[in-house]
Structure formats: structure tokens, C-alpha cells
């Protein structure tokens, strides 16, 4: 793991001997424009959904993520991710129904079916 030095070691270090004792001046990257309206859009969208994504991991297969009608990459993704999520739903709900008939009769006796879900 690279470890990472703070700005006061870096300039203690500038005058140090053991860099060839000349010293230099450290230069400071200029302060970041701010960000502009499709930056703050995309970094909003990707926000949203990294919070459908833990929400899903924690078990909450009822997250959807808002789209808005919109077909850019990010929207893309997260009608992506609500389909996946919604099958996850429909998955989870048909062994809870398989569950039920096997509780109550002890045995398999009906088939599970997700509609497009391969295998089903």
C-alpha cells in the first residue's frame, strides 16, 4: 500500500540533504474550476444510484431509482438496475411462495416460474 505523505513532510523534505539539499519550492495545483451543470447532473445521478446499489446489497429489492424519462447513460443505467432489481423481487417472491406450498404439504409439488428469467 502506498502510504501518503502530508504537505509538511513533503516540504521539510524539499530542503532536506538527503534530496540533494537544494531547495525547492513545492508548487500548489490551482483550486478546481467549479463544476459545471452537466457535472453536478452526473454526479447526482451516479450519487442516486450508488445508493440504489447498497440498498439492493442491504436486501431492499424495492429501491428503484428515478429515470425521468431521460435516455442519457446514466438513466440507462438505472432503468437497467430497476429491471434488475424488480426480478430480484419477483425471484425472491416466488420462493416465498414455493416456500409456503412446501410448508404446508411437505413436498414440492408445483414448479417455479419468473417470467424472463431463464430456467424458469
Known amino acids: 500500500m502506498e502510504s501518503v ?6 516540504k521539510h523534505r524539499a530542503g532536506d540533504s538527503r ?3 537544494t531547495k525547492r ?10 463544476p459545471d451543470a452537466y457535472t453536478v447532473e452526473l ?3 451516479l450519487e442516486q444510484l450508488l445508493g440504489g446499489l447498497r440498498a439492493a446489497n442491504a436486501g431492499k429489492l424495492d429501491v428503484r431509482i428515478p429515470t425521468e424519462g431521460r435516455s442519457d447513460l446514466p438513466s440507462q443505467v438505472a432503468r437497467a438496475f430497476n429491471e434488475l432489481v424488480e426480478r430480484g423481487q419477483e425471484v425472491t ?3 416465498e411462495r414455493i416456500s409456503d406450498v412446501v410448508g404446508r ?7 417455479a ?8
Open 43 to 45: 454526479e447526482h445521478q
Open 113 to 120: 416460474t419468473v417470467p424472463h428469467a431463464e430456467g424458469s
Open 105 to 111: 404439504q411437505g413436498r414440492v409439488t408445483v414448479h
Open 93 to 95: 417472491k416466488e420462493i
Open 5 to 10: 505523505r502530508s504537505n509538511r513532510t513533503r
Open 19 to 21: 534530496n540533494g539539499g
Open 25 to 34: 519550492k513545492l508548487k500548489h495545483s490551482p483550486r478546481p474550476a467549479e
